[in-house]
């Protein structure tokens, strides 16, 4: 990647509750479905937002240790009904969309949202907040060393 760019809590913060609020307009949802890990934190939060209770996960992993892309590998699924109709799936990034694919080809009629996007990806969700370029890589606040 050619350049990082930190997120601080406070940046991260209010992107969340902004796509909360996008997604607010004139829809009820069923549910969130976080995607682990990265989606974990703006589901808590958008769920907040959005006053959802009813929250489930997925676990697929599409980077090794050394933060390299591999094929996705679902480690965790979710019991979601109906294809997915009315459930809002949340995601820290959409990247190359690899992780949406497999998502979409699960529940394809949930909505698919993601704090930010890149080129390649931002296609494959519905909604995201913010773009960024694909040679960008983005730090978020959980991911650096407390000091």
């Not at 937002?49 to 590998?73: A, C, F, H, M, Q």
């Not at 979601?80 to 694919?101: F, P, R, S």
């Amino acid at each position: 990647m050619s350049f990082r760019y930190p997120v601080n809590w406070e940046e991260f913060y209010r992107n969340a509750r902004a796509l909360a609020w996008r997604l607010n307009v004139g829809q009820t949802w069923e549910g969130i479905v976080a995607i682990t890990r990265g989606g974990l934190v703006p589901a808590a939060v958008m769920a907040r937002e959005l006053g959802i209770r009813k929250i489930d996960t997925i676990s697929i992993v599409s980077y090794d240790d050394e933060d390299k892309l591999i094929d996705p590998i679902i480690l965790k699924s979710c019991q979601i009904d109906n294809q997915g109709k009315g459930w809002l799936v949340v995601d820290d990034l959409v990247d190359t969309g690899t992780t949406a694919k497999v998502i979409r080809d699960m529940l394809p009629e949930a909505h698919i949202a993601a704090i930010y996007a890149k080129p390649f990806g931002k296609g494959l969700v519905d909604t995201f907040m913010t773009e960024v370029s694909q040679d960008t890589w983005i730090v978020f606040p959980w991911e650096e060393e407390v000091s």
